[in-house]
């Protein structure tokens, strides 16, 4: 999920409030059997980049990544903004609009299965009314957020109120009612406009089709296949149930001395639904890439839909059916995902050969992000590519 304005609406801007983030600490361990280079230029960059994260938005951040050499991760800054021990190796992370790649890999399965039609419209999927305008829109056009639809992020408790209301629940029908009720930001398939609303009607689609929660078919489609052991879709579940680092929102007051910052780590996460709601590891997660890319979840005809991408305003960027399309700098092309939702930060990507992959994670110091954490992210993703 992404509250507007975050970082997750593209591979590399972040806005809103900005807060300073702990003292950076850095380390790093094998993950793998590869062995370092001797002075690994791409590395040790991306060493620098986490630290320069955790001081300009992020208390903390870790990221596992995968080269010519091997499988390594690195943290930097801390779990806690007011303790000292680091980041935990491999701890859990709300996973943001990660979660999207796993909704469009449930949905483009029951495409393959001949239970869904990508160019159908929606209405003859959704009950009658709860999109007006639906026969316009077809499954497709909400998978590559080209419907037009309303966001709903842009509408959800904000600073003191996100605060007050974070264990409430948010029902995915009620969200998709009010958010398809204001009016489109344009007319379906004319222009490319990133909105989590998409997500959330292809979670009721997944349901609609097949009687279960599109939570049970993610689970039963790809966490337990691929045994993504500390992987979950949690609905209502408040908690990270392991080790994990914690996010927060900086509240101001009348003065600068007044601000507070206030642990977000535990909220509903059903204020995403479809479009955020998944906790991972990076393990997990670079799992899922992997498999994703070797057809271990798609087959040939649903893979290439997935990739067929449209413009996004950016030229470094495309968006496919939940998956993005980078450019990077040494020309080599990245698909996967960004993140956010109070927090947390996100970025999932592998080349489509899986010899380079990243899988990065900030826990945040302020709700929506501060914008400067866009740059080192984004370096992460360029190094480990290039690198």
Known sequence: MTAVPAYATSAGTASAS??????ATAGATRAGTGAPKNGDGARERIRRHLEELARVGAVGAQVRVTDENG????RAGKAQADGGAPVPRGGLFRAGSTTKMFTAVALLQLVGEGRVSLDDSVDGYLPAGLVPGAEHITVRMLLQHTSGLHDFARDLPQGEDLVRTRFRHYDSTRLVREAAARTPDFPPGTDY???NTNYVVLGLIIERVTGRSYAEEVRDRIIEPLRLRQTSVPEDGTSLPGPHAHGYITLQGKGESDARQVDITELNPSMAGAAGEAVTTTHDMDAFLTALTSGKLLRPAEWEEMNRTVPTGDPDNRYGLGLKHRKSSCGRLAVGHTGGIPGFATLAFTTP?????VVLSANLADWPADPRIGGPIDKVLDDAICG
């Open 18 to 23: 900005a807060a300073s983030a702990g003292a």
């Open 71 to 74: 499988t390594w991760t690195a």
């Open 193 to 195: 406009g990133y909105s």
């Open 353 to 357: 050969d899986r010899s380079h992959r």
